[in-house]
T-cell receptor
Framework: ETGVTQTPRHLVMGMTNKKSLKCEQHLGHNAMYWYKQSAKKPLELMFV???????ENNSVPSRFSPECPNSSHLFLHLHTLQPEDSALYLC????????????FGSGTRLTVV | AQTVTQSQPEMSVQEAETVTLSCTYDTSENNYYLFWYKQPPSRQMILVIR??????QNATENRFSVNFQKAAKSFSLKISDSQLGDTAMYFCAFMKWKTSYDKVIFGPGTSLSVIP
């Protein structure tokens, strides 16, 4: 039990598909994050939620749409993606925005064909 | 703007030997945090060690230790008695002092292979 669970573990989708990534944490954390990890590139912060409110959107294209219905769940809705969006998408949580004790999930490996 | 550089994309080490991973960073801040994260093949990122810039003493966690050179803006990770389970990507990361944690800057990573 890692504390942060991401599903699915792998996802292959066409450019016209709509899919969602799910992240769930059972740690009582209030802040949750989406990161994109591409090969040979540093992790890119995509979205930040604190107490269910979005606090950061790092110029992410609108084809990525986050949702945080409560402090334990975070979704990333995907539609009309491009092949360059293929990457590992990591979810993380922390007690709050000032806490540097991140807990990461194992990620969803996304392939866009 | 802060940047984090890891100049060694790939490294290997014999089991039981010692290896040092390099990290340099650029900042005008005086107070900040530095981290090393490990990402094994399971893909889950795990915090290995952290260092507060105001502390002179280098952080140590069991077989993992850092050499923090503030003036040189260098933060290397030493792994002693390397084990097969140490095979992973290692990311160096920087965070400004007393800021929201969403401003962590990650380096590009070093892939470490421990050879039996």
């Amino acid at each position: 039990e890692t504390g942060v669970t991401q599903t699915p573990r792998h996802l292959v989708m066409g450019m016209t598909n709509k899919k969602s990534l799910k992240c769930e944490q059972h740690l009582g954390h209030n802040a949750m994050y989406w990161y994109k990890q591409s090969a040979k590139k540093p992790l890119e912060l995509m979205f930040v939620y604190n107490f269910k409110e979005q606090t950061e959107n790092n110029s992410v294209p609108s084809r990525f749409s986050p949702e945080c219905p409560n402090s334990s769940h975070l979704f990333l809705h995907l539609h009309t993606l491009q092949p360059e969006d293929s990457a590992l998408y990591l979810c993380a949580s922390s007690q709050d925005l000032m806490d540097y004790g991140y807990t990461f999930g194992s990620g969803t490996r996304l392939t866009v064909v | 703007a802060q940047t984090v550089t890891q100049s060694q994309p790939e490294m290997s080490v014999q089991e039981a030997e010692t290896v040092t991973l390099s990290c340099t960073y650029d900042t005008s801040e005086n107070n900040y945090y530095l981290f090393w994260y490990k990402q094994p093949p399971s893909r889950q990122m795990i915090l290995v060690i952290r260092q507060e810039a105001y502390k002179q003493q280098n952080a140590t966690e069991n077989r993992f230790s850092v050499n923090f050179q503030k003036a040189a803006k260098s933060f290397s990770l030493k792994i002693s008695d390397s084990q097969l389970g140490d095979t992973a990507m290692y990311f160096c990361a920087f965070m400004k002092w007393k800021t929201s944690y969403d401003k962590v800057i990650f380096g590009p990573g070093t892939s470490l292979s421990v050879i039996p």
